[in-house]
């Protein structure tokens, strides 16, 4: 049997248990990182909490809804037994009928087979397997990114695990940040505290990488959890456009864990800019649902749909 249960009831050491054995966990699910990315939430629970499905939510104007927060790829079901699309199903039509208004993605092994109450999308991520010898994942490398890689190298570009959050950052706030308005201060200050956090938990990994003379270029922030490693955020300076310094940060992360039975997840991006560069170490696209379903009044239904039309435009990455 599937329960909705509110916030303040949930067994949060139940929950992280069935994350930690799921057949799909992520670190997305733990309660800790749903309590920072998405206070209050609410979720669905079958029998003791064998299978779980966590449900951001917000109120606006007297409405609840349920949303995809910010810093969460995929959420969806999450179960230690075997996955299928009617375990999907059941989940999905449990949700209560009190959230109006519903936008939120699935996870890549949640599938939906029937017809559903929701209007489905696909949402791309790249997904690298790790497990080869790194000379065998470099053969599949394009051409472009092995000549950036060779201008990085060239240009003495050096990597190393020392960094820190703030230089990520403000990278990022400084040069392509610039062009996603909805980014606020508020949203930058829960990513610095979800990096540290992340850190100190043992998942978050941070590579940045220096030109010859000591300048900061660029860095990545890797989570890792259930055999997959995460590109969870990254900031570049123009810098290291110039100088290749992205492709030579990645490229010696994989180095570094080729051989691992790991998946390396670039996230994704509906730029094809960033999914030319995700594609260029010979990962493959991945496709996980977006979900959404609007049962608001005429005038409000209408506002929901451009809010959520201006912010794929604003966030798309």
């Given at each position: 049997?599937?329960?909705?249960?509110?916030h303040?009831?949930?067994?949060?050491?139940?929950w992280?248990?069935c994350?930690?054995?799921?057949?799909?966990?992520?670190?997305?699910?733990?309660?800790?990182?749903?309590?920072m990315?998405?206070?209050?939430w609410?979720?669905?629970?079958?029998?003791?909490?064998?299978?779980?499905?966590?449900?951001?939510?917000?109120?606006?104007?007297?409405?609840?809804y349920?949303?995809?927060?910010f810093?969460i790829?995929?959420?969806?079901?999450?179960?230690a037994?075997?996955?299928?699309?009617?375990?999907?199903?059941?989940?999905l039509k449990?949700i209560?009928?009190?959230f109006?208004?519903?936008n939120f993605?699935?996870?890549?092994?949640n599938?939906?087979?029937?017809?559903?109450?929701?209007?489905?999308?696909s949402g791309l991520?790249?997904h690298?397997d790790?497990?080869?010898?790194?000379?065998q994942?470099k053969?599949?490398?394009?051409?472009?990114?092995?000549?950036?890689?060779?201008k990085?190298e060239?240009?003495?570009?050096?990597?190393?695990?020392?960094?820190?959050?703030?230089?990520?950052i403000?990278?990022f706030?400084q040069?392509?940040?610039?062009q996603l308005?909805?980014?606020?201060e508020?949203?930058?200050?829960?990513?610095?505290?979800?990096?540290?956090?992340g850190?100190y938990?043992g998942m978050?990994?941070?590579?940045?990488?220096?030109?010859?003379e000591?300048t900061?270029?660029a860095?990545?922030?890797?989570?890792r959890?259930h055999?997959?490693?995460?590109?969870?955020f990254?900031?570049?300076t123009?810098?290291a456009?110039e100088?290749?310094?992205?492709f030579?940060?990645?490229?010696?992360?994989?180095q570094?864990?080729a051989g691992?039975?790991?998946?390396?997840?670039f996230?994704?991006s509906s730029q094809?800019?960033l999914?030319?560069?995700?594609k260029?170490?010979?990962?493959?696209?991945c496709?996980?649902?977006?979900?959404e379903?609007?049962?608001l009044?005429?005038?409000?239904?209408?506002?929901?749909d451009?809010?959520i039309?201006?912010?794929k435009k604003?966030?798309?990455?």
């Amino acid at each position: 049997m599937i329960r909705y249960i509110p916030h303040n009831q949930i067994d949060f050491e139940k929950w992280d248990r069935c994350i930690e054995g799921s057949v799909n966990g992520i670190f997305y699910a733990y309660s800790w990182y749903l309590d920072m990315t998405a206070p209050g939430w609410d979720a669905l629970v079958e029998n003791d909490y064998q299978s779980v499905m966590p449900l951001p939510h917000r109120t606006k104007s007297g409405v609840a809804y349920l949303y995809q927060p910010f810093f969460i790829q995929q959420m969806g079901v999450f179960s230690a037994a075997s996955l299928t699309s009617e375990v999907t199903a059941r989940f999905l039509k449990a949700i209560p009928p009190k959230f109006k208004y519903v936008n939120f993605n699935l996870n890549t092994y949640n599938q939906i087979e029937e017809k559903s109450q929701f209007n489905i999308s696909s949402g791309l991520t790249h997904h690298l397997d790790l497990i080869e010898p790194y000379q065998q994942l470099k053969k599949r490398y394009s051409e472009n990114t092995r000549r950036n890689i060779k201008k990085a190298e060239k240009n003495e570009v050096f990597i190393t695990t020392h960094g820190n959050p703030e230089d990520i950052i403000s990278a990022f706030r400084q040069n392509r940040g610039k062009q996603l308005k909805s980014f606020s201060e508020e949203d930058y200050n829960l990513l610095k505290h979800i990096i540290y956090a992340g850190i100190y938990r043992g998942m978050a990994t941070i590579m940045t990488a220096y030109s010859a003379e000591n300048t900061f270029c660029a860095g990545v922030v890797f989570f890792r959890s259930h055999k997959k490693v995460v590109f969870l955020f990254s900031g570049s300076t123009p810098l290291a456009r110039e100088n290749g310094a992205m492709f030579l940060l990645v490229n010696a992360f994989i180095q570094q864990m080729a051989g691992q039975d790991l998946v390396l997840d670039f996230e994704g991006s509906s730029q094809s800019e960033l999914a030319r560069f995700y594609k260029g170490f010979g990962s493959k696209e991945c496709v996980f649902l977006q979900l959404e379903k609007n049962n608001l009044p005429l005038g409000l239904k209408q506002l929901a749909d451009l809010y959520i039309w201006f912010r794929k435009k604003q966030r798309s990455c």
